[in-house]
T-cell receptor, first 113, second 113 residues
Framework: GENVEQHPSTLSVQEGDSAVIKCTYS??????FPWYKQELGKGPQLIID?????GEKKDQRIAVTLNKTAKHFSLHITETQPEDSAVYFC????????????FGTGTRLKVLA | ETGVTQSPTHLIKTRGQQVTLRCSSQ?????VSWYQQALGQGPQFIFQ???????GRGNFPPRFSGLQFPNYSSELNVNALELDDSALYLC????????????FGPGTRLTVT
C-alpha cells in the first residue's frame, strides 16, 4: 500500500548547525511532496514543497531535494535556530483521483542553544 | 495565519457517544480534507470533500462521515465513539488539484473516556 517512511525520528543539533530529514515514498505515481512544521498544540504549517518535475527547491535557510528514481526526498535546514525546534512531517500526494497526503511519522528536531 | 478555523478546540466524550467537529475553510478554497492524528504519529487521511461530495476516503469505518456545505465549510461526524478515536482531528483546505497546497487548521483534540 501507500507508505512514506521518515528518518530520523528525533534529531538534536547545535544552534547554527545544519539538519537533514529524509523520507522515502512507495507510490511511484506521487508527484507532489510538501513539508510541514508542527509546533506543540498547533496544526501543521506548510514550510516548503516540491513538485516531481523539479530536483531541488530553496527558500532562505530551507531546501528540499527530490530523487524520483530512488523515491527519496529530503529537507535541509541550514543555520538552525532555537525557533526551528518542532516536529517536521514529510508527505507525498497521491494522484488516484483524490489529492490526499500520505504523511511520514515525523521528526522531532531540537536545536540546542 | 492560514485562515482555516476549527471548532471546538477540545472536547471530551464517552465511549458510544456521537460527536460533530466543524471546519471553516480558507477563503477561496473549495476542497476540505480531514485527517486524524494520534499522539506521536503523522496525520492519517480520513476523507476529502469537493463541491459538497465525498472525493476519496482513507481506511476509516463508515461511522466516520462528513458533510460539506455550499460555503465550503465542513463537518466531521463520528458515531459510536471508541477509546481509539481519541486523537487530534485536523481539517485542511485547498483548491482542487494535485499541486495545490493544503493548509491546516489548529485541530480539535478529542478525548474519549
Amino acid at each position: 500500500g501507500e507508505n512514506v517512511e521518515q528518518h530520523p525520528s528525533t534529531l538534536s543539533v547545535q544552534e547554527g548547525d545544519s539538519a537533514v530529514i529524509k523520507c522515502t515514498y512507495s507510490d511511484s505515481a506521487s508527484n507532489y511532496f510538501p513539508w510541514y512544521k508542527q509546533e506543540l498544540g498547533k496544526g501543521p504549517q506548510l514550510i516548503i514543497d516540491i513538485r516531481s518535475n523539479v530536483g531541488e527547491k530553496k527558500d532562505q535557510r530551507i531546501a528540499v531535494t527530490l530523487n524520483k528514481t530512488a523515491k527519496h526526498f529530503s529537507l535541509h535546514i541550514t543555520e538552525t535556530q532555537p525557533e526551528d525546534s518542532a516536529v517536521y512531517f514529510c508527505a507525498a500526494s497521491t494522484t488516484s483521483g483524490t489529492y490526499k497526503y500520505i504523511f511520514g511519522t515525523g521528526t522531532r528536531l531540537k536545536v540546542l542553544a | 495565519e492560514t485562515g482555516v478555523t476549527q471548532s471546538p478546540t477540545h472536547l471530551i466524550k464517552t465511549r458510544g457517544q456521537q460527536v460533530t467537529l466543524r471546519c471553516s475553510s480558507q477563503s477561496g478554497h473549495n476542497t476540505v480534507s480531514w485527517y486524524q492524528q494520534a499522539l506521536g504519529q503523522g496525520p492519517q487521511f480520513i476523507f476529502q470533500y469537493y463541491r459538497e461530495e465525498e472525493n476519496g476516503r482513507g481506511n476509516f469505518p463508515p461511522r466516520f462521515s462528513g458533510l460539506q456545505f455550499p460555503n465550503y465549510s465542513s463537518e466531521l461526524n463520528v458515531n459510536a465513539l471508541e477509546l481509539d478515536d481519541s486523537a487530534l482531528y485536523l481539517c485542511a483546505s485547498s483548491l482542487s488539484g494535485v499541486f495545490n497546497e493544503q493548509y491546516f487548521g489548529p485541530g480539535t483534540r478529542l478525548t474519549v473516556t
